[in-house]
């Protein structure tokens, strides 16, 4: 509760004087130290007056790899201010941005805090060019409809429109207003749906033939660029809820829970646990009220798969989590999203109160069973991602892990145990029970079966977003469906390396490109899955630079409870800053390595204990990029 209040006195009065905070703790009697401790917390609460403009620029993997440390510099020098100085000069500031979510579109330049896949290329403008048209439309016949719709994928070539004409499909990329009349005419039947239909049109059009979406398999993005993502008659008429009617008619939780095991379904937040056995351990708790969450805090620098879900169909999460709900015996939830993604938050909301509105999940023709979800939205701390400091998070607290066991599953929020799984788990579900159990497990590799959503971005020409079996070849995905570094050739691609798994992942050389995608298989490479960004690396990158950067990252975000991650990221950012300058000996390499394996070992939750991993995947596959930079041995040292 403390967390939105603070994010609704933010919104009202720019920021959280030490007055309003002194209101807040006064309003929901509570010690003035930890409304404070709260504020001062999260990244996105400001404790001093903002400017009246704001520029942020994204510093995510993908956007530092195309060029944003340089645009930065530029508008400073533009701007006449210093970057991520809150007073500025009065008038404008420059923030730096973790990661934003579209690192297809990568560096994205942010003036309004509304930038998502097609929107950041101009969609918007695109979209009232498009509603002027059709307005001024004057021959007869019933027009066509302008239907707002998700993700359609292909985020290299935004903004996208599909044109669906006499059972024809046809998508053109990279529009602006000026191809309009064109698109008018064609969707009025005054011109052929083809590529050769249109000289205006002929360089837009996208070929849904090529691998990028041949080789995909849509479960949990089916109706993702379909549905309209605000229109619950349109969710209704393309299926939503019908799984969840048919399960509260025909089976009982034991059924659904049994159904969920045999599909071998794991979790895609990162950690791969099964989710048929974490469902079986809060479905057995003592009995008692239970609670399920579904965690959208996704952090990871190069991932945005979780907000493209909820931006394209946010009534599949909450089917998702009704059918949780009632498979573990629970009959309150909570949907936990990251604050920077406001477009998914607002049609987020907007999907909550259509259902309650409607009474979609209160009891009727549902037997006994009602539901309610509720939304939270995180205040801007990476380490939120973690199950624990998700829970004290959404219950106002600051997000700092806690010792394991008791697991949430066992003692959750408020003490009641609760089921925590991320978004892409929870919107696999419909699919999932659709076709059966057996049916996904056999999509796949059998110790890792059904699809995986991943987002790739990069040094490559196709960036945007992929399903696909688990088990599928890096090869596949980042040099076939993506196709490589622009203008490269060979084998590889022109590939040196692709970053898997965010800051709790690794980089793979292009030796490995055969080596499936999968949580087994990647773990025996030295890198992990992750929730499912995927980042490729050209032969400009240096791997000791992206170590720091990713290093840096985790130092920031660490909470500070355990030492180990509190102290040990500093001193590791330190040393890796002075290897990439030049400064390093090889004594101070093996002593970068000794602390690495420490912090490793000794940090209390997943963040400190996997910020070593892309330096230890980068020192397994790239030794070289690191020994070139060490200071040379004098000639009585050799």
């Given at each position: 509760?403390?967390?939105?209040?603070l994010?609704?006195?933010?919104?009202?009065h720019?920021?959280l004087?030490?007055?309003?905070?002194?209101?807040?703790?006064r309003?929901?009697?509570?010690?003035?130290a930890?409304?404070y401790?709260?504020?001062?917390?999260?990244?996105?609460?400001?404790l001093?007056?903002?400017?009246?403009?704001?520029c942020?620029?994204?510093?995510g993997?993908?956007?530092l790899?195309?060029?944003?440390a340089a645009?930065?510099?530029?508008?400073e020098?533009?701007?006449?201010?210093?970057r991520?100085?809150?007073?500025?000069?009065?008038?404008?500031?420059?923030?730096?941005?973790?990661?934003?979510?579209?690192?297809?579109?990568?560096?994205?330049?942010?003036?309004?805090?509304?930038?998502?896949?097609c929107?950041?290329?101009?969609?918007?403008?695109?979209?009232?060019?498009?509603?002027?048209?059709?307005?001024g439309?004057?021959?007869?016949?019933?027009?066509?409809?302008l239907k707002?719709?998700?993700?359609?994928?292909?985020?290299?070539?935004?903004?996208?429109?599909?044109?669906d004409?006499?059972g024809?499909?046809?998508?053109?990329?990279?529009?602006?207003p000026?191809?309009?009349?064109?698109?008018?005419?064609?969707?009025?039947?005054?011109?052929?749906?083809?590529?050769?239909?249109?000289?205006a049109?002929?360089?837009?059009?996208?070929?849904?033939?090529?691998?990028?979406?041949a080789?995909?398999?849509?479960?949990?993005?089916?109706?993702?660029?379909?549905?309209?993502?605000?229109d619950?008659?349109?969710?209704?008429?393309?299926?939503?809820?019908?799984?969840?009617?048919?399960?509260?008619?025909?089976?009982?939780?034991?059924?659904?829970r049994?159904?969920?095991?045999?599909s071998g379904?794991?979790?895609?937040?990162?950690?791969?646990?099964?989710?048929?056995?974490?469902?079986?351990?809060v479905?057995?708790?003592?009995?008692?009220?239970?609670?399920?969450?579904?965690?959208?805090d996704?952090g990871?620098?190069?991932?945005?798969?979780?907000?493209?879900?909820?931006?394209?169909?946010?009534?599949r999460?909450?089917?998702?989590l009704?059918i949780a709900a009632?498979?573990?015996?629970?009959?309150?939830?909570y949907i936990?999203?990251r604050?920077e993604y406001?477009?998914?938050?607002?049609?987020?909301?907007?999907?909550?109160?259509?259902?309650?509105?409607?009474?979609?999940?209160a009891?009727?023709?549902?037997g006994?069973f009602?539901?309610?979800?509720?939304?939270?939205?995180?205040?801007?701390?990476?380490?939120c991602g973690?199950?624990t400091?998700l829970?004290?998070?959404i219950?106002?607290?600051?997000?700092?892990?806690?010792?394991?066991?008791?697991?949430?599953?066992?003692?959750?929020?408020?003490?009641c145990?609760?089921?925590?799984?991320?978004?892409?788990?929870l919107?696999?579900?419909p699919?999932?029970?659709?076709?059966?159990?057996?049916?996904?497990?056999?999509i796949?590799?059998?110790t890792?079966?059904?699809t995986?959503?991943?987002?790739i971005s990069?040094?490559?020409?196709?960036?945007?977003?992929?399903?696909?079996?688990?088990g599928t070849?890096?090869?596949t995905?980042?040099?076939?469906?993506?196709?490589?570094?622009?203008?490269?050739?060979?084998?590889?691609?022109?590939?040196?390396?692709?970053?898997?798994?965010g800051?709790?992942?690794?980089?793979?050389?292009?030796?490995?490109?055969?080596?499936g995608?999968?949580?087994?298989?990647?773990?025996?490479?030295g890198?992990?899955l992750?929730?499912?960004?995927?980042?490729?690396?050209?032969?400009?990158c240096?791997?000791?630079?992206?170590a720091?950067?990713?290093?840096?990252?985790c130092?920031?975000?660490?909470?500070g409870k355990?030492?180990?991650?509190?102290a040990?990221?500093?001193?590791?950012a330190?040393l890796?800053?002075q290897?990439?300058?030049?400064?390093a000996?090889?004594?101070?390499?093996?002593?970068?390595?000794?602390?690495?394996?420490?912090v490793q070992?000794?940090?209390?939750?997943?963040?400190?204990?996997?910020?070593?991993n892309?330096?230890?995947?980068?020192?397994?596959?790239?030794?070289?990029?690191?020994?070139?930079?060490?200071q040379?041995?004098?000639?009585?040292?050799?």
């Amino acid at each position: 509760m403390l967390i939105e209040v603070l994010h609704q006195r933010q919104q009202q009065h720019g920021h959280l004087s030490r007055d309003t905070l002194a209101a807040v703790a006064r309003q929901l009697q509570l010690p003035p130290a930890q409304v404070y401790g709260v504020a001062s917390f999260y990244h996105l609460f400001r404790l001093e007056p903002p400017t009246p403009h704001r520029c942020g620029i994204c510093f995510g993997t993908a956007c530092l790899l195309r060029g944003a440390a340089a645009l930065a510099a530029e508008q400073e020098q533009r701007l006449g201010v210093r970057r991520d100085d809150p007073a500025g000069d009065g008038v404008w500031s420059l923030e730096t941005i973790s990661c934003i979510g579209a690192c297809a579109l990568a560096p994205v330049l942010l003036r309004l805090c509304d930038a998502s896949g097609c929107r950041a290329a101009g969609a918007t403008a695109l979209a009232g060019a498009l509603a002027a048209g059709l307005e001024g439309l004057t021959s007869g016949g019933p027009p066509p409809r302008l239907k707002p719709v998700g993700c359609l994928r292909l985020c290299s070539r935004g903004p996208l429109l599909a044109i669906d004409r006499d059972g024809i499909s046809t998508l053109y990329g990279g529009l602006t207003p000026a191809q309009v009349p064109a698109l008018l005419a064609l969707a009025c039947g005054c011109g052929e749906p083809a590529p050769i239909g249109s000289a205006a049109l002929a360089g837009h059009v996208v070929d849904h033939r090529q691998p990028f979406f041949a080789l995909q398999r849509p479960l949990v993005l089916e109706t993702c660029g379909v549905v309209d993502p605000t229109d619950l008659d349109d969710a209704l008429a393309h299926g939503a809820y019908r799984q969840l009617q048919r399960l509260l008619a025909t089976a009982t939780p034991a059924q659904v829970r049994a159904e969920v095991r045999r599909s071998g379904l794991r979790g895609r937040g990162g950690a791969g646990y099964p989710t048929g056995l974490k469902w079986e351990t809060v479905a057995l708790q003592p009995p008692g009220p239970g609670l399920v969450v579904a965690n959208g805090d996704e952090g990871d620098p190069g991932a945005f798969m979780d907000r493209s879900i909820l931006e394209g169909d946010p009534h599949r999460l909450i089917e998702g989590l009704a059918i949780a709900a009632y498979a573990v015996g629970a009959r309150q939830g909570y949907i936990y999203v990251r604050a920077e993604y406001p477009l998914a938050i607002a049609r987020l909301r907007r999907a909550i109160d259509q259902v309650r509105d409607r009474g979609l999940l209160a009891g009727t023709g549902a037997g006994s069973f009602a539901f309610t979800p509720e939304l939270r939205v995180g205040a801007g701390a990476y380490v939120c991602g973690e199950e624990t400091a998700l829970l004290a998070s959404i219950a106002g607290g600051r997000g700092i892990p806690r010792q394991r066991p008791p697991f949430p599953a066992q003692e959750g929020l408020g003490g009641c145990p609760t089921l925590i799984n991320n978004i892409e788990t929870l919107a696999a579900l419909p699919a999932l029970l659709r076709m059966g159990g057996d049916a996904h497990a056999a999509i796949g590799p059998p110790t890792c079966p059904g699809t995986k959503v991943f987002s790739i971005s990069g040094a490559v020409v196709h960036t945007g977003l992929v399903e696909v079996p688990m088990g599928t070849s890096l090869r596949t995905v980042v040099l076939t469906m993506a196709g490589g570094v622009p203008g490269a050739s060979g084998p590889d691609g022109g590939i040196k390396a692709v970053q898997t798994g965010g800051p709790s992942g690794g980089c793979l050389p292009a030796s490995l490109l055969d080596t499936g995608i999968d949580y087994d298989g990647l773990r025996v490479m030295g890198s992990s899955l992750g929730s499912g960004g995927l980042v490729v690396l050209d032969h400009r990158c240096a791997m000791p630079e992206l170590a720091r950067q990713f290093m840096a990252f985790c130092a920031g975000e660490s909470c500070g409870k355990c030492v180990p991650c509190r102290a040990g990221t500093v001193q590791l950012a330190d040393l890796l800053d002075q290897l990439v300058q030049g400064r390093a000996s090889a004594a101070d390499l093996e002593r970068l390595v000794q602390l690495a394996e420490v912090v490793q070992r000794t940090s209390l939750c997943g963040l400190g204990q996997t910020a070593p991993n892309p330096l230890f995947s980068t020192l397994r596959h790239f030794r070289g990029d690191y020994l070139e930079r060490l200071q040379p041995l004098a000639p009585w040292q050799s």
